[in-house]
Protein backbone atom coordinates (compact mmCIF):
# COMPACT_ATOMS: atom_id res chain seq x y z
CA UNK A 1 0.00 0.00 0.00
CA UNK A 2 1.35 3.45 -0.58
CA UNK A 3 0.51 6.06 1.71
CA UNK A 4 0.70 10.02 1.16
CA UNK A 5 2.47 12.10 3.93
CA UNK A 6 -0.04 14.03 6.04
CA UNK A 7 0.80 17.69 5.49
CA UNK A 8 0.77 19.91 8.87
CA UNK A 9 -0.85 23.65 7.57
CA UNK A 10 -1.33 26.35 9.57
CA UNK A 11 -4.70 28.07 10.44
CA UNK A 12 -4.79 30.86 8.44
CA UNK A 13 -3.58 28.64 5.02
CA UNK A 14 -6.95 26.38 5.64
CA UNK A 15 -9.15 29.69 5.49
CA UNK A 16 -7.59 30.89 3.21
CA UNK A 17 -8.10 27.96 1.29
CA UNK A 18 -12.06 28.39 1.73
CA UNK A 19 -12.30 31.48 0.63
CA UNK A 20 -10.00 31.00 -2.50
CA UNK A 21 -12.28 28.01 -3.05
CA UNK A 22 -15.50 30.08 -3.22
CA UNK A 23 -13.61 32.71 -5.02
CA UNK A 24 -12.71 30.71 -7.94
CA UNK A 25 -16.62 28.64 -7.59
CA UNK A 26 -17.86 32.50 -7.81
CA UNK A 27 -19.58 32.36 -4.54
CA UNK A 28 -17.83 35.62 -3.94
CA UNK A 29 -17.57 37.51 -6.66
CA UNK A 30 -15.32 39.80 -8.39
CA UNK A 31 -15.46 43.01 -7.28
CA UNK A 32 -17.37 42.34 -3.99
CA UNK A 33 -15.75 42.71 -0.57
CA UNK A 34 -15.06 40.34 1.65
CA UNK A 35 -17.11 39.76 4.85
CA UNK A 36 -15.90 41.40 7.63
CA UNK A 37 -13.19 40.26 10.13
CA UNK A 38 -15.80 39.72 12.81
CA UNK A 39 -17.91 37.80 10.36
CA UNK A 40 -14.56 35.65 9.14
CA UNK A 41 -13.54 35.02 12.74
CA UNK A 42 -17.38 34.18 13.50
CA UNK A 43 -17.47 31.40 10.28
CA UNK A 44 -14.29 30.33 10.96
CA UNK A 45 -14.20 30.03 14.34
CA UNK A 46 -10.79 31.18 14.56
CA UNK A 47 -8.99 34.45 16.22
CA UNK A 48 -7.99 38.03 14.38
CA UNK A 49 -4.67 37.39 13.49
CA UNK A 50 -5.55 33.98 11.32
CA UNK A 51 -7.85 35.80 9.34
CA UNK A 52 -5.43 38.47 8.97
CA UNK A 53 -2.65 36.15 7.99
CA UNK A 54 -5.46 34.64 5.89
CA UNK A 55 -5.80 37.89 4.18
CA UNK A 56 -2.20 39.17 3.83
CA UNK A 57 -1.61 35.29 2.02
CA UNK A 58 -4.85 35.67 -0.40
CA UNK A 59 -3.66 39.57 -1.46
CA UNK A 60 0.18 38.00 -1.66
CA UNK A 61 -1.19 35.15 -3.96
CA UNK A 62 -3.14 38.05 -6.31
CA UNK A 63 -6.73 37.10 -5.43
CA UNK A 64 -7.45 40.28 -3.11
CA UNK A 65 -6.43 43.96 -2.93
CA UNK A 66 -7.09 46.13 -0.27
CA UNK A 67 -9.32 48.89 -1.22
CA UNK A 68 -9.05 52.95 -0.14
CA UNK A 69 -11.59 52.07 2.90
CA UNK A 70 -9.29 49.49 3.94
CA UNK A 71 -11.90 46.65 3.06
CA UNK A 72 -10.14 43.73 0.99
CA UNK A 73 -11.80 43.48 -2.30
CA UNK A 74 -11.76 40.32 -4.16
CA UNK A 75 -9.83 41.04 -7.79
CA UNK A 76 -8.53 38.76 -10.58
CA UNK A 77 -5.07 37.43 -10.49
CA UNK A 78 -2.58 38.79 -13.57
CA UNK A 79 0.17 36.87 -14.97
CA UNK A 80 2.69 39.25 -13.14
CA UNK A 81 1.10 38.32 -9.94
CA UNK A 82 1.81 34.18 -10.91
CA UNK A 83 5.01 35.12 -11.92
CA UNK A 84 6.07 37.03 -9.14
CA UNK A 85 5.07 34.86 -6.59
CA UNK A 86 8.65 32.94 -7.94
CA UNK A 87 10.72 35.65 -7.73
CA UNK A 88 12.07 35.23 -3.92
CA UNK A 89 13.04 31.26 -5.11
CA UNK A 90 14.22 32.25 -8.50
CA UNK A 91 16.94 34.87 -7.13
CA UNK A 92 17.98 32.35 -4.11
CA UNK A 93 18.76 29.34 -7.53
CA UNK A 94 20.44 32.58 -9.36
CA UNK A 95 23.12 33.07 -6.65
CA UNK A 96 24.09 29.25 -7.41
CA UNK A 97 26.44 28.80 -10.43
CA UNK A 98 24.36 26.07 -11.71
CA UNK A 99 20.87 27.77 -11.19
CA UNK A 100 22.70 30.56 -12.93
CA UNK A 101 23.69 28.46 -16.23
CA UNK A 102 20.08 26.67 -16.00
CA UNK A 103 18.26 30.67 -16.56
CA UNK A 104 20.36 31.16 -19.32
CA UNK A 105 19.44 28.67 -20.53
CA UNK A 106 15.57 28.18 -19.99
CA UNK A 107 15.90 32.31 -21.59
CA UNK A 108 17.71 31.09 -24.50
CA UNK A 109 14.55 28.36 -24.97
CA UNK A 110 11.81 30.51 -24.39
CA UNK A 111 12.94 33.75 -26.12
CA UNK A 112 13.86 31.75 -28.99
CA UNK A 113 10.65 30.09 -29.20
CA UNK A 114 8.45 33.39 -28.92
CA UNK A 115 10.83 34.55 -31.37
CA UNK A 116 9.67 31.90 -33.64
CA UNK A 117 5.72 32.43 -32.67
CA UNK A 118 6.07 36.57 -33.60
CA UNK A 119 7.41 35.77 -36.68
CA UNK A 120 4.08 33.47 -37.31
CA UNK A 121 1.52 35.88 -36.37
CA UNK A 122 3.17 39.21 -35.79
CA UNK A 123 1.40 42.09 -37.65
CA UNK A 124 2.38 45.70 -39.70
CA UNK A 125 1.87 47.11 -36.95
CA UNK A 126 4.04 45.06 -34.63
CA UNK A 127 6.81 44.83 -37.44
CA UNK A 128 6.96 48.54 -37.13
CA UNK A 129 6.69 49.21 -33.57
CA UNK A 130 10.72 46.69 -33.67
CA UNK A 131 11.40 48.63 -36.11
CA UNK A 132 11.31 51.53 -34.46
CA UNK A 133 13.16 49.38 -30.98
CA UNK A 134 15.99 48.27 -33.38
CA UNK A 135 16.64 51.67 -34.41
CA UNK A 136 16.63 52.96 -30.97
CA UNK A 137 18.67 50.16 -30.01
CA UNK A 138 21.26 51.14 -33.11
CA UNK A 139 21.61 54.75 -31.88
CA UNK A 140 22.37 53.74 -28.48
CA UNK A 141 25.75 52.00 -29.19
CA UNK A 142 28.78 54.05 -27.46
CA UNK A 143 26.15 54.41 -24.39
CA UNK A 144 26.67 51.42 -21.99
CA UNK A 145 23.31 52.65 -19.92
CA UNK A 146 20.86 53.90 -23.49
CA UNK A 147 22.14 50.39 -25.22
CA UNK A 148 21.42 48.38 -21.98
CA UNK A 149 17.73 50.12 -22.15
CA UNK A 150 17.19 49.72 -25.48
CA UNK A 151 18.31 46.12 -25.66
CA UNK A 152 15.99 45.43 -23.05
CA UNK A 153 12.96 47.29 -25.05
CA UNK A 154 13.99 45.72 -28.18
CA UNK A 155 13.46 41.87 -26.85
CA UNK A 156 10.24 43.17 -24.79
CA UNK A 157 9.21 44.03 -28.39
CA UNK A 158 8.92 41.01 -29.53
CA UNK A 159 7.49 39.25 -26.30
CA UNK A 160 4.46 41.83 -26.66
CA UNK A 161 4.02 40.72 -30.44
CA UNK A 162 0.31 38.76 -29.89
CA UNK A 163 -0.19 40.54 -26.38
CA UNK A 164 0.02 37.41 -24.42
CA UNK A 165 0.01 38.31 -21.00
CA UNK A 166 1.74 35.26 -19.72
CA UNK A 167 5.07 35.37 -22.24
CA UNK A 168 5.44 39.21 -21.50
CA UNK A 169 4.93 38.62 -17.25
CA UNK A 170 7.67 35.71 -17.77
CA UNK A 171 10.12 37.38 -20.13
CA UNK A 172 9.96 40.63 -17.90
CA UNK A 173 10.90 38.61 -14.77
CA UNK A 174 13.57 36.80 -16.38
CA UNK A 175 14.83 39.92 -17.82
CA UNK A 176 14.89 41.42 -14.37
CA UNK A 177 16.29 37.89 -12.86
CA UNK A 178 19.08 37.96 -15.51
CA UNK A 179 20.08 41.42 -15.48
CA UNK A 180 23.52 40.88 -14.47
CA UNK A 181 23.92 38.90 -16.86
CA UNK A 182 23.25 41.42 -19.58
CA UNK A 183 25.08 44.31 -17.54
CA UNK A 184 28.42 42.42 -17.50
CA UNK A 185 28.32 41.21 -21.10
CA UNK A 186 28.03 44.64 -22.83
CA UNK A 187 30.99 45.70 -21.10
CA UNK A 188 32.62 43.10 -22.96
CA UNK A 189 34.66 45.42 -26.46
CA UNK A 190 32.86 44.74 -29.54
CA UNK A 191 29.27 43.11 -27.82
CA UNK A 192 27.33 46.18 -28.43
CA UNK A 193 27.70 46.01 -32.04
CA UNK A 194 27.47 42.46 -32.14
CA UNK A 195 24.62 42.66 -30.14
CA UNK A 196 22.54 45.09 -32.37
CA UNK A 197 23.83 43.01 -35.65
CA UNK A 198 22.13 40.03 -34.00
CA UNK A 199 18.85 42.52 -33.35
CA UNK A 200 18.84 42.98 -36.49
CA UNK A 201 18.78 39.87 -38.09
CA UNK A 202 16.24 38.56 -35.97
CA UNK A 203 14.33 41.81 -37.03
CA UNK A 204 14.69 40.45 -40.34
CA UNK A 205 13.87 37.41 -39.99
CA UNK A 206 10.13 38.26 -38.10
CA UNK A 207 9.49 40.82 -40.66
CA UNK A 208 10.05 38.55 -43.58
CA UNK A 209 7.68 35.86 -41.44
CA UNK A 210 10.37 33.17 -41.28
CA UNK A 211 9.85 31.35 -38.23
CA UNK A 212 12.86 29.12 -38.62
CA UNK A 213 15.60 32.07 -38.87
CA UNK A 214 13.79 33.98 -36.31
CA UNK A 215 14.22 30.99 -33.65
CA UNK A 216 17.77 30.75 -35.02
CA UNK A 217 18.92 34.22 -35.05
CA UNK A 218 17.48 34.19 -31.14
CA UNK A 219 19.25 30.73 -30.03
CA UNK A 220 21.99 32.34 -31.89
CA UNK A 221 22.07 35.57 -30.04
CA UNK A 222 21.33 34.51 -26.49
CA UNK A 223 24.27 31.27 -27.00
CA UNK A 224 26.32 33.96 -27.70
CA UNK A 225 25.44 36.02 -24.75
CA UNK A 226 26.08 33.80 -22.25
CA UNK A 227 29.35 32.99 -23.55
CA UNK A 228 30.56 36.24 -23.39
CA UNK A 229 29.03 36.73 -19.92
CA UNK A 230 31.43 33.82 -19.00
CA UNK A 231 34.64 36.17 -20.57
CA UNK A 232 32.61 39.35 -19.08
CA UNK A 233 33.03 38.43 -15.83
CA UNK A 234 36.76 38.56 -15.92
CA UNK A 235 36.68 41.98 -16.81
CA UNK A 236 37.31 44.09 -13.64
Not at 64 to 76: D, K, L
Not at 188 to 215: C, F
Request: with cysteine.
Amino acid sequence: MEFKNIKRRKIHEDVAEQIENQIILGTIKEGSNLPPERNLMETFNVGRPAVREAILLLQRNGLIEISSTGRPVVTRPSASNVVEQLSSAARFLLSFEEGERSFQDARRLFEAAITRNAAEIATEDDIASLKIALDQNYKAIGNAVEFERTDVNFHLCIAKIGNNSVFIALHTAIAEWLSMQRTVSLRVPGTEKKAYISHKNIYQAIADRNPESAWEGMNKHLTHVMKVFKKGQTYG
